[in-house]
Every structure is written in C-alpha cells, then in structure tokens.
C-alpha cells in the first residue's frame, strides 16, 4: 500500500508530465487526425500533405530534448530493429533503389510510435488518441462507401481490399465497446459505427476482408465479456443483416474463396509463395530487400513449374515487379529469418501489452467500511479500467482480422499493423496508470 507521501508524489508527478507535454499532445493529435482521416488525398487538400511530416520532425526534435527516453515496450525496440532489417536488407538487394520510399514511411511510422507513447502521457490522453483512430477509419469507411467499395484518388484505399482490412479493424473495436459501453447514447452510436464498418466490407467485396471478419466474429463470441448467448445473438443478428442486405454479387464472389479474384487466382497465389520460399532459402538471413521479391521472381520462375490447378505457368518475365499475395510470405523472402523472428516477437509482446490480465486488478480491497465499496466502483477511475477491458479486447480483435485477411495481402509495408501496435502498447501503459492511480487513491488498494 502506498503511504501518503508516495501518493503525492505520484499525482503531482502526473499533473507535472501533463503540463509539461500539452504542446507536444496537441501537435501529436494533428498528426493522427492526419493519419486517420487521411484529408490531403480530399479533393482540393493536397497543399496539407507536408503539415504532417513536418509535425512529425518537430515532436521529434522534441522528443530528444525533454523525453527521458524510457522504453514502455519491448516493442518500441523491436518495431526499431525491424526498421533497421529493412534497410540492411536494401542496401544488399538486386534494387536497393526501390524500397527507398517504403523505408521512409516505415521510419515516419516509428517516428509516430515513439512520439505517441511518450507524449499521450495519461488515460484521457490515450482515450482521445484511440477515439480519433477510430473515428477516422469511420470516416474512411463512409467515404469507401460512397466510392463503391474503394476512395480513388487516395493512394491507400484505392483497393477494395485495402479498405476492407481497415473495417476488419474498425468492427471489433465498434463491437466491444458497443457491448462493454454503460451510456445507452455511447452504446447506440458504437453500434451504428459497426454497420457502417459492416457495409463497407460488403460493398468493398473482399474475400481477404470476408475472411477476416469471419475470423473477428469467432474471436467476438469466444472472448466476449457478456454473456455467450446474448453475444451469439448478436453475431446472429450482424449475420441476418448481411444475409439480408447484402447483393447476391458479393455472396457469390464468397462462394468461389478458393478462387481467389480473377487477377490473381488461388493457383498464381499458392505459386508465389513457393517462390517466395526458394527466395528465401537461397537469402535465409536478411532476405531478398524490400519489394524485390518481384524483382526476382523471374529467376526463380523455372521452366517446368505448373500452377495447383495443373495449369503452365506462361509469361515467366510478365510476373516481374508481382507481390507475395501474403505479409508472411512477403516477410519471409523480403527481410529472411531475421526479419521473421522480429515480426513474430513484436506480435508476442503486442499481445502481452494488449492482453488483459484481471489479476493486476483483482481483488479490489476496501479500506474504509464495506459500504463504500459500491462508490468505489462507480469511480471514474475504475470505469477507465473497464474501458481498457473492452479496448483490449478490440484492439486485439483488430489484430486477428488484420493478420486473417493479410495472410492473403502483401500489406506488412502498410501502416494498419504499425498502427495497431501503438495503440496496443498505449493501451498497456493506460492500463498500468490507471492501476496506479487506483494505488494512490487513499480509500482502495491492490
């Protein structure tokens, strides 16, 4: 238990870190609106595209000066030393030329990262950074909508498959804070946002996006925190509802999954992956380079190879500059074992930072009369706590659907996964702040 001293301390501390940082939170807040909402690809707002980047070199700079450096995360240490399998993995590529604008990216991402969990420093800040991350995949979701299932002219979601696996993150965090949300208004609202987020992945017409969402509507009934019925009806509902409204176009594009689309067969797929892999078993190290796989491909075309279906392969040198189809497989022979073993430890500890472990919380111990417990309870402070509970189970909802449906796109290089992993790691350190205001409230201890 925390003696009165310590209690002080530790709230003055809190109150000092906010004062200290409320530029840096405001310039940081710019810089998600802008990745969220995405305005310089709106018509007539291209002149916006460098305020971020710019935004970004600043909460840098400021990050070297007043930041005490401390790693929240064994993330923040391995997102860097991702970062830096791709750089080495470019410079001895085929092309180390063409990844150049990939790197940069990845890097402006970090740069995002380690701002972000520094400067959004308390739990209000992190709710309100986690509430426009959504409330700009709503609104890109609304936009897709209104595209037909793509926003052209943007260069991210000009694919349907794009915007799909973004509704693949925006529908279980709209499903488990819609179920875990007290306020009725806040309840319906969450609720509205996970139809948007449903409609956009009918009209996207995605079997990658489809796959995912089967996956987050199984994650959503074995993990949900109500009742298993009352969640089954739910699902139940979201089903009817798809059943009901969506086009016999898209439910007979589902049926024909193993088919894959007419670009790129389920056949030509299962073939790069296994170029991918004799890509990788002659660079197990570092692989091939960023975007090389296509690069080479046509040197690991042989002759003689035949697509699943039995079919010829034909035009060896027409595949040149094709992906993986995979972000496993696009990891595998793009960044080789290194680049493996990083990406599978960053989802470890991504799981660990977002998993929800109600024994840090349990039980919560009275030190007055039992009375007051009720009070307790009701406590602003442990209201947050159930808010992490069902932004965990969200967040790692969004996870399952992003890996689901990445297993048949090449989208490591894009910033969804990057993104994902700060808010999970925001959400183990509001979690473990919460925990120690619980500490230094004088009525409860842990």
Not at 9 to 19: F, G, H, T, Y
Not at 51 to 71: A, G, R
Not at 261 to 285: G, M
Request: hydrophobic share 50%; glycine share 8%.
């Amino acid at each position: 238990m925390y003696t009165i001293t310590q209690k002080a301390s530790l709230i003055n501390k809190a109150q000092s870190s906010a004062e200290s940082t409320r530029l840096q939170f405001f310039l940081l807040s710019i810089v998600w609106v802008f990745q969220a909402f995405r305005p310089e690809w709106i018509a007539g707002l291209k002149f916006l595209a460098p305020i971020p980047t710019l935004i970004q070199l600043v909460l840098l700079l400021l990050w070297f000066m007043y930041s005490n450096k401390k790693m929240d995360s064994p993330i923040t240490k391995y997102f860097f030393l991702f970062l830096i399998g791709m750089i080495l993995s470019s410079i001895f590529a085929r092309n180390n030329g063409i990844g150049r604008d990939i790197i940069r990216g990845m890097f402006f991402l970090y740069i995002t990262y380690i701002v972000t969990i520094t400067f959004a420093n308390n739990a209000k800040r992190i709710f309100m950074i986690i509430n426009i991350f959504i409330l700009g995949q709503l609104f890109i979701a609304i936009r897709a909508i209104q595209g037909g299932g793509a926003i052209y002219g943007d260069s991210q979601y000009v694919d349907e498959n794009i915007v799909a696996l973004g509704m693949n993150i925006l529908f279980p965090l709209s499903l488990f804070l819609g179920i875990g949300e007290q306020n009725r208004i806040k309840k319906i609202f969450y609720f509205v946002f996970l139809g948007i987020s449903l409609t956009a992945i009918v009209v996207a017409n995605s079997r990658g996006g489809f796959v995912g969402l089967i996956a987050v509507l199984l994650f959503a009934w074995l993990k949900s925190p109500i009742n298993k019925l009352k969640t089954a009806s739910v699902i139940l509902i979201i089903v009817l509802a798809m059943a009901y409204f969506a086009p016999k176009s898209f439910w007979d594009d589902m049926s024909t999954l193993e088919q894959g689309t007419q670009e790129s067969t389920a056949s030509e797929r299962i073939y790069f992956w296994k170029i991918a892999i004799r890509e990788f078993l002659d660079h197990p190290i570092i692989g091939v380079g960023v975007l090389n796989f296509g690069i080479l491909l046509p040197e690991y075309a042989r002759p003689d190879d035949t697509l699943s279906d039995g079919r010829r392969v034909e035009g060896r040198n027409r595949a040149y500059g094709r992906v993986a189809h995979s972000i496993y497989f696009t990891v595998l022979s793009e960044l080789g074992s290194v680049g493996v073993v990083i990406f599978c430890l960053i989802c470890y500890w991504f799981y660990k930072d977002v998993n929800f472990n109600k024994k840090e919380i349990k039980p919560i111990i009275t030190i007055g009369e039992r009375q007051e417990e009720d009070a307790i309870k009701e406590n602003l402070v442990f209201q947050s706590l159930k808010k992490c509970h069902s932004l965990s189970l969200g967040i790692m909802g969004s996870m399952i659907g992003f890996l689901m449906a990445g297993a048949f796109l090449s989208v490591i290089y894009f910033p969804q996964f990057w993104w994902l992993c700060t808010l999970g790691v925001l959400l183990g350190i509001c979690r473990r702040k919460i925990i120690e205001d619980i500490k230094a409230n004088e009525r409860v201890y842990l």
